[in-house]
Protein backbone atom coordinates (compact mmCIF):
# COMPACT_ATOMS: atom_id res chain seq x y z
CA UNK A 1 0.00 0.00 0.00
CA UNK A 2 1.37 3.77 -1.24
CA UNK A 3 0.91 6.24 2.24
CA UNK A 4 -0.45 9.21 0.80
CA UNK A 5 2.37 12.31 1.08
CA UNK A 6 0.85 15.80 2.46
CA UNK A 7 1.80 19.06 2.52
CA UNK A 8 0.58 21.64 5.90
CA UNK A 9 0.50 25.11 6.37
CA UNK A 10 1.02 25.11 9.80
CA UNK A 11 1.06 28.51 10.62
CA UNK A 12 1.14 29.93 14.21
CA UNK A 13 2.38 27.85 17.05
CA UNK A 14 -1.07 28.15 19.02
CA UNK A 15 -2.42 26.20 16.54
CA UNK A 16 -0.96 23.15 18.21
CA UNK A 17 -3.22 23.30 20.86
CA UNK A 18 -6.59 25.50 19.64
CA UNK A 19 -8.90 23.76 18.29
CA UNK A 20 -9.81 26.22 15.45
CA UNK A 21 -10.51 24.86 11.74
CA UNK A 22 -6.92 24.01 11.10
CA UNK A 23 -5.93 21.91 14.06
CA UNK A 24 -9.23 19.86 12.80
CA UNK A 25 -8.53 19.97 9.85
CA UNK A 26 -5.06 18.10 10.15
CA UNK A 27 -7.11 15.73 13.12
CA UNK A 28 -9.51 14.95 9.95
CA UNK A 29 -7.16 14.60 7.17
CA UNK A 30 -5.18 12.07 9.46
CA UNK A 31 -8.40 10.14 10.44
CA UNK A 32 -9.07 9.69 6.30
CA UNK A 33 -5.34 8.04 5.83
CA UNK A 34 -3.95 4.80 6.97
CA UNK A 35 -2.19 5.13 10.50
CA UNK A 36 1.49 5.30 8.83
CA UNK A 37 4.68 2.97 9.73
CA UNK A 38 6.49 6.55 10.73
CA UNK A 39 6.59 10.01 9.27
CA UNK A 40 9.40 12.09 7.70
CA UNK A 41 8.74 15.35 8.24
CA UNK A 42 10.90 18.27 6.46
CA UNK A 43 10.39 21.10 8.86
CA UNK A 44 10.60 24.72 7.61
CA UNK A 45 12.33 25.35 11.20
CA UNK A 46 15.35 22.88 10.93
CA UNK A 47 17.84 24.93 8.39
CA UNK A 48 21.64 23.54 7.95
CA UNK A 49 24.45 23.30 5.84
CA UNK A 50 23.76 20.35 3.80
CA UNK A 51 21.12 18.02 4.41
CA UNK A 52 20.77 16.09 7.99
CA UNK A 53 18.60 13.35 9.25
CA UNK A 54 17.09 13.05 13.02
CA UNK A 55 18.41 9.88 14.57
CA UNK A 56 17.69 10.04 18.13
CA UNK A 57 15.70 7.11 19.52
CA UNK A 58 13.76 9.80 21.80
CA UNK A 59 13.67 12.73 20.53
CA UNK A 60 13.15 15.77 22.73
CA UNK A 61 10.12 18.37 21.80
CA UNK A 62 11.78 21.54 20.73
CA UNK A 63 9.82 25.16 21.60
CA UNK A 64 11.56 27.14 19.38
CA UNK A 65 9.83 30.54 19.30
CA UNK A 66 8.69 32.94 22.09
CA UNK A 67 6.23 34.97 23.41
CA UNK A 68 3.24 32.37 23.58
CA UNK A 69 1.53 31.21 26.61
CA UNK A 70 3.11 29.08 29.11
CA UNK A 71 0.66 26.40 27.96
CA UNK A 72 1.94 26.04 24.54
CA UNK A 73 5.56 25.55 26.26
CA UNK A 74 4.38 22.87 28.71
CA UNK A 75 3.22 21.23 25.83
CA UNK A 76 5.28 17.63 25.18
CA UNK A 77 5.19 15.62 22.24
CA UNK A 78 6.88 11.80 23.31
CA UNK A 79 6.76 10.34 19.31
CA UNK A 80 9.85 7.85 19.26
CA UNK A 81 12.21 8.50 16.84
CA UNK A 82 13.71 5.43 14.63
CA UNK A 83 17.27 5.53 14.04
CA UNK A 84 17.51 2.74 11.64
CA UNK A 85 14.84 4.31 8.99
CA UNK A 86 17.29 7.67 9.55
CA UNK A 87 20.29 5.88 8.37
CA UNK A 88 17.89 4.51 5.46
CA UNK A 89 16.57 7.42 4.24
CA UNK A 90 20.42 9.23 4.54
CA UNK A 91 21.65 6.26 2.52
CA UNK A 92 19.06 7.41 -0.28
CA UNK A 93 20.51 11.19 -0.13
CA UNK A 94 23.73 12.59 -1.51
CA UNK A 95 26.31 13.51 1.43
CA UNK A 96 23.48 13.61 3.74
CA UNK A 97 24.28 13.91 7.60
CA UNK A 98 22.66 11.77 10.74
CA UNK A 99 22.33 13.98 14.36
CA UNK A 100 21.73 12.13 16.96
CA UNK A 101 20.44 14.65 19.28
CA UNK A 102 18.14 17.02 17.83
CA UNK A 103 14.55 16.74 18.81
CA UNK A 104 10.94 17.61 16.91
CA UNK A 105 10.74 21.41 16.15
CA UNK A 106 7.45 23.00 16.34
CA UNK A 107 6.89 22.72 12.58
CA UNK A 108 6.56 18.56 13.02
CA UNK A 109 5.20 18.71 17.01
CA UNK A 110 2.41 20.91 16.62
CA UNK A 111 0.99 19.42 13.31
CA UNK A 112 1.15 15.66 14.36
CA UNK A 113 -0.11 16.67 18.20
CA UNK A 114 -2.93 17.08 15.96
CA UNK A 115 -2.93 14.10 13.46
CA UNK A 116 -1.73 11.27 15.98
CA UNK A 117 -1.68 13.00 19.41
CA UNK A 118 -1.14 9.30 21.14
CA UNK A 119 2.52 10.25 19.73
CA UNK A 120 2.49 7.08 19.07
CA UNK A 121 3.55 6.88 15.23
CA UNK A 122 7.69 7.23 15.19
CA UNK A 123 8.92 10.53 13.73
CA UNK A 124 12.37 11.33 11.79
CA UNK A 125 13.01 14.74 10.45
CA UNK A 126 14.74 16.05 7.30
CA UNK A 127 16.62 19.49 7.37
CA UNK A 128 16.55 21.95 4.45
CA UNK A 129 19.54 23.61 3.28
CA UNK A 130 18.20 26.91 2.32
CA UNK A 131 21.95 27.79 0.86
CA UNK A 132 20.31 25.63 -2.22
CA UNK A 133 17.69 26.47 -4.87
CA UNK A 134 14.26 24.88 -5.23
CA UNK A 135 15.54 22.54 -8.22
CA UNK A 136 18.30 21.10 -6.02
CA UNK A 137 15.19 20.11 -3.27
CA UNK A 138 12.99 18.91 -5.42
CA UNK A 139 15.77 16.87 -7.28
CA UNK A 140 16.45 15.34 -3.34
CA UNK A 141 13.39 14.75 -2.90
CA UNK A 142 12.66 12.35 -5.59
CA UNK A 143 15.15 10.03 -3.67
CA UNK A 144 12.10 9.81 -0.95
CA UNK A 145 9.49 8.58 -3.05
CA UNK A 146 9.92 5.29 -2.70
CA UNK A 147 9.45 5.60 0.88
CA UNK A 148 6.09 5.72 1.00
CA UNK A 149 5.91 2.13 -0.87
CA UNK A 150 6.98 1.69 2.86
CA UNK A 151 4.40 2.78 4.75
CA UNK A 152 6.11 6.17 5.64
CA UNK A 153 3.90 9.40 5.36
CA UNK A 154 5.87 12.14 4.24
CA UNK A 155 4.82 15.26 5.66
CA UNK A 156 6.02 18.74 4.20
CA UNK A 157 5.22 21.44 6.78
CA UNK A 158 5.54 25.43 5.81
CA UNK A 159 3.49 27.97 4.85
CA UNK A 160 2.97 28.48 0.67
CA UNK A 161 2.87 32.40 1.59
CA UNK A 162 4.50 33.42 4.79
CA UNK A 163 5.51 36.91 5.41
CA UNK A 164 6.00 37.97 8.91
CA UNK A 165 6.96 41.59 7.95
CA UNK A 166 3.59 42.09 6.15
CA UNK A 167 1.69 40.22 9.57
CA UNK A 168 -1.93 41.59 10.32
CA UNK A 169 -2.78 40.32 13.61
CA UNK A 170 -6.37 41.66 13.12
CA UNK A 171 -6.83 40.49 9.42
CA UNK A 172 -8.82 37.23 9.43
CA UNK A 173 -8.19 36.91 5.34
CA UNK A 174 -5.27 37.58 3.37
CA UNK A 175 -3.65 41.00 1.41
CA UNK A 176 -4.91 40.72 -2.38
CA UNK A 177 -1.17 39.61 -3.55
CA UNK A 178 -0.60 36.89 -1.02
CA UNK A 179 -4.30 35.70 -2.49
CA UNK A 180 -2.95 35.78 -5.89
CA UNK A 181 0.44 34.37 -5.07
CA UNK A 182 -1.27 31.50 -2.98
CA UNK A 183 -4.30 30.79 -6.20
CA UNK A 184 -1.13 30.64 -8.84
CA UNK A 185 0.94 28.04 -6.81
CA UNK A 186 -2.46 26.18 -6.46
CA UNK A 187 -3.49 26.50 -9.96
CA UNK A 188 0.24 25.45 -11.13
CA UNK A 189 0.16 22.32 -8.60
CA UNK A 190 -3.01 21.21 -10.63
CA UNK A 191 -1.52 21.49 -14.19
CA UNK A 192 2.11 19.40 -12.20
CA UNK A 193 3.83 22.53 -13.38
CA UNK A 194 6.74 21.22 -10.66
CA UNK A 195 9.70 22.99 -12.20
CA UNK A 196 7.97 26.17 -12.33
CA UNK A 197 7.56 25.46 -8.90
CA UNK A 198 10.78 24.97 -7.61
CA UNK A 199 11.94 27.84 -9.36
CA UNK A 200 9.35 30.20 -7.29
CA UNK A 201 11.02 33.20 -8.31
CA UNK A 202 9.76 33.23 -12.02
CA UNK A 203 5.95 33.20 -10.54
CA UNK A 204 6.04 37.04 -10.80
CA UNK A 205 7.12 40.33 -8.63
CA UNK A 206 4.91 39.48 -6.04
CA UNK A 207 6.29 35.90 -5.14
CA UNK A 208 9.25 38.23 -3.71
CA UNK A 209 6.61 39.21 -1.03
CA UNK A 210 4.69 36.32 -0.91
CA UNK A 211 8.06 34.17 -0.16
CA UNK A 212 10.64 36.55 1.10
CA UNK A 213 12.84 33.53 2.17
CA UNK A 214 12.45 29.88 0.96
CA UNK A 215 12.40 28.09 4.51
CA UNK A 216 8.21 27.60 4.43
CA UNK A 217 8.08 27.33 1.04
CA UNK A 218 10.44 24.49 -0.15
CA UNK A 219 8.76 21.73 1.82
CA UNK A 220 6.10 21.90 -0.65
CA UNK A 221 8.57 20.78 -3.47
CA UNK A 222 9.37 18.01 -1.45
CA UNK A 223 5.81 16.74 -0.95
CA UNK A 224 5.57 17.57 -4.77
CA UNK A 225 8.64 15.78 -6.04
CA UNK A 226 6.63 12.46 -4.47
CA UNK A 227 3.77 12.61 -6.31
CA UNK A 228 3.03 9.36 -8.71
CA UNK A 229 1.18 10.31 -12.25
CA UNK A 230 -2.03 11.26 -12.29
CA UNK A 231 -2.38 10.59 -8.63
CA UNK A 232 -5.32 12.51 -6.84
CA UNK A 233 -4.97 15.34 -5.14
CA UNK A 234 -6.85 17.82 -3.05
CA UNK A 235 -6.66 21.21 -1.34
CA UNK A 236 -7.56 21.35 2.80
CA UNK A 237 -7.23 24.54 5.18
CA UNK A 238 -7.54 26.51 1.99
CA UNK A 239 -7.47 30.39 3.71
CA UNK A 240 -4.89 33.30 4.13
CA UNK A 241 -5.33 34.80 7.56
CA UNK A 242 -3.54 37.19 9.30
CA UNK A 243 -2.49 39.29 5.54
CA UNK A 244 0.18 37.27 4.48
CA UNK A 245 0.05 33.49 5.81
CA UNK A 246 -1.22 31.20 3.98
CA UNK A 247 -2.50 27.63 5.56
CA UNK A 248 -3.35 26.09 2.51
CA UNK A 249 -2.45 22.74 2.91
CA UNK A 250 -2.15 19.87 0.20
CA UNK A 251 -2.91 15.71 0.39
CA UNK A 252 -1.79 13.49 -2.44
CA UNK A 253 -3.18 9.79 -2.92
CA UNK A 254 -5.75 10.52 -0.12
CA UNK A 255 -8.83 8.40 0.19
Known amino acids: MTMPALFVGHGSPMNAIEENEFHLGWRAVAARCPKPKAVL ?12 VTASDLPETIHDFYGFPEALFNVQYPA ?13 LPSAGL ?3 RGLDHGAWSVLRAMYPDADVPVVQ ?11 HYALARGLAGL ?11 NIVHNLR ?22 RILAGDHQELAAWHM ?38 VMGSISMTSLLLGGS
Open 41 to 52: CVSAHWETPGAV
Open 80 to 92: PGDAALAARIAAR
Open 99 to 101: DSM
Open 126 to 136: LSLDTQQPGPW
Open 148 to 158: REEGVLLLGSG
Open 166 to 187: QLDWNRPTGFDWAERINDEVKR
Open 203 to 240: LGAESRAAIPTPEHYLPLLYVLACQKAGEALEFFNDRT
